[in-house]
């Protein structure tokens, strides 16, 4: 069910950044026009976000993260406990991480706060993407890192430049 949830996310990022893309022609088109369309590159910038953090869970399930294997291949039967402890260590941040981010989100909301720009977007909105996927990264996280605890091997799966099937 995770996996799946991490997925969503990833499906969410790719929604986001073809928004990025259309408020981009949009914008193009109104210049064409002699037409404005103020507040464009606040909203690219909104999405822009929303896609990084809701493709933050399911990039580190599919090994996209930068993660030092020469040194977990150099420790031989030593990788287990390393990798715990950079899980729970990951764990911990993405949850403190993720906790700021919700009460942050909250008071935006409680204070009305808008953006700066010409947009004048109410801040929880935009700021909505980025506590949900950070919530989304720490639960990735403590999956992992139980999955490594009582399974013995992590959700993660690390593809290599010229594995089998690929171009």
């Known amino acids: 069910m ?12 790719a929604l986001f950044l073809i928004a990025i893309l259309a408020l981009i022609v949009a914008q193009m088109v109104a210049r064409w026009t002699t037409t404005t369309f103020s507040g464009a590159p606040n909203y690219a910038g909104y999405c822009m976000a929303a896609a990084s953090f809701f493709a933050f869970a399911h990039a580190l399930n599919r090994g996209a993260h930068i993660r030092v294997s020469i040194l977990l291949n150099a420790l031989g039967s030593k990788k287990y406990w390393l990798e715990v402890f950079c899980f729970a260590a990951g764990s911990i941040i993405t949850t403190y991480i ?13 204070f009305h706060d808008i953006s700066q720009g010409q947009d004048a977007t109410p801040l929880w909105i935009p700021q909505l993407a980025m506590s949900i996927g950070s ?8 999956d992992n890192l139980l999955r ?15 594995e089998e099937g690929e171009l």
């Open 148 to 162: 490594l605890i009582l399974l013995k091997e992590h959700a993660i799966k690390s593809h290599t430049v010229g």
């Open 135 to 142: 919530v989304l990264l720490a639960i990735c996280f403590w």
């Open 2 to 13: 995770l996996d799946g949830l991490y997925t969503a996310g990833g499906v969410l990022a």
């Open 98 to 110: 993720a906790w700021f981010a919700v009460r942050a989100n909250q008071w935006s909301h409680k």
